[in-house]
């Protein structure tokens, strides 16, 4: 089954704790999105990477970091330095340079913080 | 900056009435538009974008510079549209996507 996974679906945090979210997509993309949504406020852009060993700040990166080592792969950790961490996060990924302007989605990971 | 504005939190209509779902964006250049849509317990999917002027599953939306508009319309509503609506922009030739806040769309019987 290709597509983005992403896990856990549903995770509990402690404040003060970071955590990792897992992203992994098997369509050989070379971009790879991660997006925070909040009801009312849409999708807004924490991190994107273009090509392995490389990443951007996207609008909302305080408080997160990432990693690309493999293309497949695109973790987000959460630090305890995120003041409002609980959110639903969506990653992402496209094929890169196409302009099409379509983005593949995973299913979401919901993070609550305690 | 670029901003994407849906004024619509939440639009309820009956099946078969029209529907035109706003979105308005900021942007000094010459933007992409796209919406995106969401159904019940599924992913987040690209509905369609301005530059293809295709309509899908009835729906059509038309990109107005001068108003800065990009409304999606869809002349009779069927219950199965009933989803999350998201449009969204693009400032350059990539995927990096600004969206807006969203507007659910509740179709009733």
């Known amino acids: 089954d290709g597509g983005i996974t992403q896990s856990p679906k549903y995770l509990f945090r402690k404040e003060g704790q970071n955590v990792t979210l897992s992203c992994e997509q098997n369509?050989?993309?070379?971009?790879m999105y991660w997006y925070r949504q909040d009801p009312g406020q849409g999708l807004r852009l924490i991190y994107y990477?273009?090509?392995?060993?490389?990443?951007q700040k996207g609008d909302i990166a305080e408080g997160y970091s990432v990693s690309r080592e493999k293309k497949e792969s695109f973790p987000l950790t959460v630090t305890s330095a995120q003041k409002n961490p609980t959110a639903f996060y969506l990653c992402?990924?496209?094929?890169?340079?196409?302009?099409?302007?379509?983005?593949?989605f995973g299913e979401g990971s919901r993070l609550t913080v305690l | 900056a670029q901003r994407v504005t849906q004024p619509e939190k939440l639009l309820s209509v009956f099946k078969g009435a029209p529907v035109e779902l706003k979105c308005n964006y900021s942007?000094?250049?010459?933007?992409?538009l796209f919406w995106y849509v969401q159904y019940s317990r599924q992913r987040l999917q690209l509905l369609l974008r301005?530059?293809s002027r295709e309509s899908i599953k009835g729906f059509t939306a038309d990109l107005n510079k001068g108003e800065t508009s990009f409304h999606l319309k869809k002349p009779f509503a069927q219950e199965e549209d009933s989803a999350m609506y998201y449009c969204?922009?693009?400032?350059?030739?990539?995927?990096?996507?600004?969206f807006g806040g969203g507007t659910r769309l509740m179709v009733k019987p």
């Open positions: 992402a990924s496209s094929p890169l340079g196409t302009g099409t302007g379509e983005l593949f």
């Open positions: 369509l050989n993309h070379d971009a």
């Open positions: 990477s273009q090509i392995v060993n490389d990443f």
């Open positions: 942007y000094s250049g010459s933007p992409e």
């Open positions: 301005h530059i």
């Open positions: 969204a922009l693009s400032s350059n030739a990539g995927n990096m996507l600004t």
